[in-house]
């Protein structure tokens, strides 16, 4: 069975510092990971994908993670937070099987202070 | 990527009434899915809605309770029957097209049951 765990259910960090959001998996088969952000009164959007291509993935809004199998985590970093970042990030798991049914994890909320 | 609406866009019951949310993508998709996020919590998955076919429903929910229809490739109803305050919640439509691991969101429903 698949999970997922988000370490921390709020992250606050300074407008221009790291950015920084905990994702932890279980998967028996390789896994599909994303991240998604929902912003207030919103549906989620996609940051990014992994896929079992590059271990290092690229998104939208300066977004990045890097899938550590051996870790077995895939953590969102951004260099720099903007005050647009405020939102609430989740870390999903799915696999090819069963049509790609996607398991959320919890969700961090993330805090940006001028 | 596909653009997802959903109707309405909020709405406020009173128990023992049934509200269907309907929700339409803008172009053919593979498959729909129905989820809940009660209020600062992570998604549920409720259904898969398939064309053509009965929804397959996740554990702890039934379709008496949540019947759903797919009558074609771009749209799916979900009713929330007999309701209670228990299902006040969003209620959130997502979709993927053929061969897709990450999924498309609408922009939800939030349900208010007095």
């Known amino acids: 069975a698949q999970s997922v765990t988000q370490l921390g259910s709020h992250v606050s960090v300074s407008e221009g510092a790291l950015v920084l959001l905990r994702c932890n998996y279980s998967s028996s088969v390789p896994p599909y990971l994303f991240w998604y952000v929902q912003y207030p009164n919103q549906g989620l959007q996609l940051l990014l994908k992994?896929?079992?291509?590059?271990?290092l993935v690229k998104g939208i809004n300066g977004f990045e993670a890097e899938f550590k199998k051996s870790e077995t985590s895939f953590h969102l970093t951004k260099p720099s937070a903007h005050m647009s970042d405020a939102a609430e990030y989740f870390c999903a798991v799915s696999d090819n099987t069963g049509g790609f049914k996607t398991i959320f994890g919890a969700g961090t909320r993330l805090f940006v202070k001028a | 990527s596909a653009v997802i609406s959903q109707k309405p866009s909020r709405d406020i019951c009173q128990r023992g009434t049934s509200l269907t949310i309907q929700c339409q993508v803008d172009s053919q998709v593979t498959m729909m899915f129905w989820y809940r996020q009660q209020p600062g919590q992570s998604l549920t998955l409720i259904a898969t809605a398939n064309q053509g076919s009965e929804a397959t429903y996740e554990s702890g929910f039934v379709i008496d309770k949540f019947p759903i229809s797919r009558p074609n490739l771009t749209f799916s109803t979900l009713t929330v029957s007999n309701m209670s305050p228990e299902d006040s919640s969003i209620y959130l439509c997502?979709?993927?097209?053929?061969?897709?691991?990450?999924?498309?969101f609408g922009p939800g429903t939030r349900l208010t049951v007095t």
């Open positions: 997502s979709a993927s097209g053929q061969g897709e691991s990450e999924q498309y």
């Open positions: 992994y896929t079992s291509a590059a271990t």
